[in-house]
Structure formats: C-alpha cells, structure tokens
Nanobody, 125 residues
Framework: QVQLVESGGGQVQPGGSLKLSCRASKIAFDSYAIGWFRQAPGKERESFSCISATDGAKHYMDYVKGRFFISAEKSENTVYLEMTRLTPEDTAIYYC??????????????????WSQGTQVTVSS
C-alpha cells in the first residue's frame, strides 16, 4: 500500500529557507517516482520537482531551479525538499505524491498519483 506522510512546513521570511520531508512506504519509495507539488490560493495545483525511482534523476521546473533541491534518503524511505531564497510567491500548500510510474515526466493524470496530506508554507515578513 502506498502511503506518504509529509512534515516541515511553516512560516518563513522572504529570502529564508525551509526543508520539507516526505516519508513514503517502502513500496512507493523503491518503485515509483516521487514528486513535489504546490497549490497557491486561487490557483491550480502545479508540479515543480520530481525524483525518479530507477536512477534517482532529479527534475525541476525553471521557476524553482537553483533554489529548491530534491533528494532521497533510502535508509529512511524519505524524500526531502530543501527550499532556499523563498519569496512570497512560493506561499502555497505543498504536497508530495507517488507516481504510478517509476520515471518522472510520464504525464500521469494527478488523479492517478498517491498524495500526502499537504503542509502549508507561508513566506511573509
């Protein structure tokens, strides 16, 4: 059974950093790509980073590239998202999710992913 438990959200000042954790069930961590998504107020949920299960390849959307960093710790079945140089535009509910595929970028509909409970990230002075 695929399960994901997320932690680490909160409030931070512009320019600050936060690190989110996504602890996955072993089958999810070993077999499926895990992605990070966010949904800002009044906007649609968007995907911005993913790590493949097969070779650990990391993918980022341009608007987070160089600021956000995804990593995976096998001994903990946990995927991390380190966010740096945060701006108010990064304010959103953040989710991790397990893809139905081992590779990122397969175009799977969001309904076919398995989701965490989400955590609020607020960037404000």
């Amino acid at each position: 059974q695929v399960q994901l438990v997320e932690s680490g959200g909160g409030q931070v000042q512009p320019g600050g950093s936060l690190k989110l954790s996504c602890r996955a069930s072993k089958i999810a961590f070993d077999s499926y790509a895990i992605g990070w998504f966010r949904q800002a107020p009044g906007k649609e949920r968007e995907s911005f980073s993913c790590i493949s299960a097969t070779d650990g390849a990391k993918h980022y959307m341009d608007y987070v590239k160089g600021r956000f960093f995804i990593s995976a710790e096998k001994s903990e079945n946990t995927v991390y998202l380190e966010m740096t140089r945060l701006t108010p535009e990064d304010t959103a509910i953040y989710y991790c999710a397990s893809s139905p595929y081992a590779e990122c970028g397969m175009g799977a509909d969001f309904d076919s992913w398995s989701w965490s409970q989400g955590t609020q990230v607020t960037v404000s002075s």
